[in-house]
């Protein structure tokens, strides 16, 4: 069974960094692309930064030049640096994953990790 699991995300200040990371487990076949999104109190989940399937990598404007994603294929695991954070930048952070594993071709979630960052 794929799972994907977060940690790393917690209470920071304004001007902090907190580096979250995802792990993929199961029998997988190919990652074709992982990225994280977030989700605010009322609002819609968003595309934070991700790999996209072509091997390149997209940010949301609101987080260039102060959030970085990577990756380490071999583990299965992505990450995201973030640096200069915001009280906006608070939200339950969700890695997700294109893969194919043994069920076929799918979209995964894992569970979200809260980042609440103070003023």
């Known amino acids: 069974q794929v799972q994907l ?3 790393g995300g917690g209470l920071v200040q304004g001007g902090g960094s907190l580096r979250l990371s995802c792990a993929a487990s199961g029998t997988i076949f190919k990652i074709h692309a992982m990225g994280w999104y977030r ?5 819609q989940r968003e595309l934070v930064a991700a790999f996209t399937s072509g091997g390149s990598t ?9 959030f970085t994603i990577s990756r380490d294929n071999a583990k299965k695991m992505v990450y995201l ?7 906006e930048d608070t939200a339950v952070y969700y890695c997700n994953a294109d893969l194919s594993a043994w069920s076929g071709r799918k979209d995964y979630w894992g569970q979200g990790t809260q980042v609440t960052v103070s003023s």
């Open 81 to 87: 640096q973030m640096n200069s954070l915001k009280p």
């Open 5 to 7: 699991v977060e940690s």
């Open 58 to 66: 997209n940010y949301a404007d609101s987080v260039k030049g102060r």
């Open 39 to 43: 989700q605010a109190p009322g609002k």
